[in-house]
């Protein structure tokens, strides 16, 4: 199996910056895509983006669009999640994923999860 495992989390005050590392490892074969989800306490897990193989952002989801910047090293088997101007709501635990499927948005749709990294955005 792919194992992931997320870095970078921290806490931030508001207007500041993180950026947000997922290192694959294991079997990467197959992998179409990489997704970034957030869950904050009490609320559903929700997409924040992801992108394809090929290193191009494929969604980036509306709540954070302009904020955020998705990258990927594919000899390094890494993910990047950039995140800028950071707003206390953008607290969370965030995950990164893998998918097999093109144009996976849902959480359901993807294969592997990491055990997520803590962002707080204090005001």
């Known amino acids: 199996q792919v194992q992931l495992v997320e870095s970078g989390g921290g806490m931030v005050q508001a207007g500041g910056s993180l950026k947000l590392s997922c290192a694959a490892s294991?079997?990467?074969?197959?992998?179409?895509?990489m997704g970034w989800f957030r869950q904050a306490p009490g609320k559903e897990r929700e997409f924040v983006g992801r992108?394809?193989?090929?290193?191009?952002?494929?969604a980036i989801a509306d709540s954070v669009t302009g904020r955020v910047a998705i990258s990927r090293d594919n000899a390094r088997n890494m993910v990047y999640l950039e995140m800028n101007r950071l707003k206390p709501e953008d607290t969370a635990v965030y995950y990164c994923?893998?998918?097999?499927?093109?144009?996976?948005?849902?959480?359901?749709?993807?294969?592997?999860w990491g055990q997520g990294t803590q962002v707080t955005v204090s005001s």
């Open positions: 992108i394809d193989w090929s290193g191009a952002p494929t």
């Open positions: 994923a893998a998918t097999l499927r093109d144009g996976a948005v849902d959480q359901s749709e993807y294969n592997y």
């Open positions: 294991g079997g990467t074969f197959g992998i179409y895509s």
